[in-house]
Each structure stands twice: as structure tokens, then as C-alpha cells.
């Protein structure tokens, strides 16, 4: 009875954990890509008026947020949005007992350029 109490309150603190690390991971998604839509295509914007993304510095500048954030991932980006996606292994505490070391986990935020007044 205690093993099991043992590993029930262990997934619990590593669950809550892993949670709290996935939200951590999300966050820095939005932030690269809110970074990443910040790269206007500004001749077309110039010349048509149209707000579109330059798709190549929208990637690299969501890229170099997560490059200096220290964060694993990856950066998409078209001239309507930028996706990214976060990796994450949370190591576990308690879990280490019955061989779970770890716990993957990843995040995805997508942005959209936009203008206000």
C-alpha cells in the first residue's frame, strides 16, 4: 500500500511538474513567435500595402529568441504566420523509481502580423 501511495503522489508531483514546464515551454513559443512577426515584408507593404512577412527573417529572428532563450525547437514561417514549437524532456523526481526519467513534452504557438492604431 505504501509503493502505491508512494508512486500515486510521485505522478502527481511529476505531473504537476511537467505541467508547469509545458506552460514555461508554451510561453517561450508565443514570445518567439510574436518575435518572428514582427519581420514585415516592408516593400510590399510599401508598394501594396499589404501586411506580409518576410518568411525568411520571420523564421530566423523566432529562431534566435529561442536560441537565446537556451530552448530547443523549431521555427516555421510563411508570409501570413509563424509557427513554433518547443521540445522539452522535464526530468522526474520521483518517477526515477520505476524507471521513467523523464518526461517529453512540447509546445506549439502560432503569430500573425498585425497592425494597430
Known sequence: MVVVLALLAGAVLDGGNAMAARVQALDVAQQAARAGANQLDLAVLRT???????????????????ADANVSGTATAT??????????????????AIGVDAIALSATATAVPETGP
Do not use: K, N
Not at 79 to 96: A, F, G, K, N
Open 48 to 66: 501594396q500595402g499589404l501586411l506580409r512577412l518576410d518568411p525568411v527573417a520571420a523564421r530566423a529572428a523566432a529562431a534566435a529568441f529561442l
Open 79 to 96: 508570409t501570413e504566420q509563424v509557427t513554433v514549437t518547443v521540445t522539452r524532456s522535464h526530468p522526474t523526481l520521483i518517477l526515477q
